[in-house]
């Protein structure tokens, strides 16, 4: 039997390709594997496309979640302060794990239905001297609103604070580039727009900011300057590496080169996007954010206002006919979402339209207007 099509924004649905990937055993010492490791770290890095020498890659087993604690608790000193810049649950976990390491840390909070604002931004910096870093997430996943990361990081840059940015349902999709774009660190995983299988994160960090990182973190396993300097000396990553995680990346990478890049990662999920909204809008279901801060990764739509609704029964309604949908994760307003990424194609799309409009007919809830 088929397996259903994730529609969730990570794990994701990946190709045959990928997973066939992990067919294969590797020793965590292995030269072949240590191979796979640095070219993997390299291809990375030409994602952001580095001058010389300016990033380094330091890859970390676990989830996203693990590699943001990382990155925070390495690259924030322990005198330092970090703001972060919240509109949704991602940026509010990155503020809590930074209080549960004890370090000091403020919150610009935006709600949950519209982008940063720069110039709250700006005069926040200018009236708390004391803030050493910003922390900002790029594609705000619990909704899908897109932040204005280019301005943010022109005014943290100007201020002279450091940036870090939570990229992990943008990296690889959309543009990112650390030639025109300053920041100290950028962090994304394995299973989201490069479409491999979850189990590894990791920091591309400015070599600079992780040389002075050493002795800065509260954790033997989060720490990057450790991670990395092990890395270094052996070619091997430090404790057991996720070796079959690392084999079906280095195969997605291999797929996204081969079908364009950045470029055309972002062509086919805004493609994907459109075609899901228009889909959406034929059946009379509401997307809630407006089209300018709408990221084409995940579509957070209304549930409709029936008093049949109930989405534990969607849900499974939808699962039968093979699709499976993601909880929407607003606090105000009842609502699921629809990720657009992954190894999918229209007539997935399609398909999972078409099993929403039955599941509803089910349901008993007509088609609003
Ligand atoms: C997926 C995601 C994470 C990490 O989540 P995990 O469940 O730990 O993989 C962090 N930030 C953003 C913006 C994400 O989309």
Redesign the pocket.
Known sequence: MRDPILLT??PLTTSLATKTAMLHDYGSWDADFNRLTASVCQQLLAIIDPADDEFVCVPLQ?????A?EAAIGSLLPKDGKLLVLVNGA?GK?MAQLTQMMGRACAVLDAGETEAIDTEQLRSYLAAHPEISHVGV?????STGILNPLQQIADIVHASGRRLII?A??AFGALPLNSRSLRFDAVIA?S??CLEGV?GM?FVLARRSALMEAEGNSHSLSLDLHQQWTYMQRTGQWRYTPPTHVVAALASALEQYQQAGAQAGRLARYQQLCDHLLQGLQRLGLRSFLPAEIQAPIIVTVHAPAHPHWNFQQFYALVKQRGYILYPGKLTEVESFRIGCIGAIQAADLDGALAAIADALAQMGIPQEQ
Do not use: A, C, L, Q
């Open positions: 924004p990570g676990g989830s996203g979640t693990f943001v991602y976990r997430i790029y594609v705000e996943t939570d992990m349902s995983s299973n989201k979850p994160g």
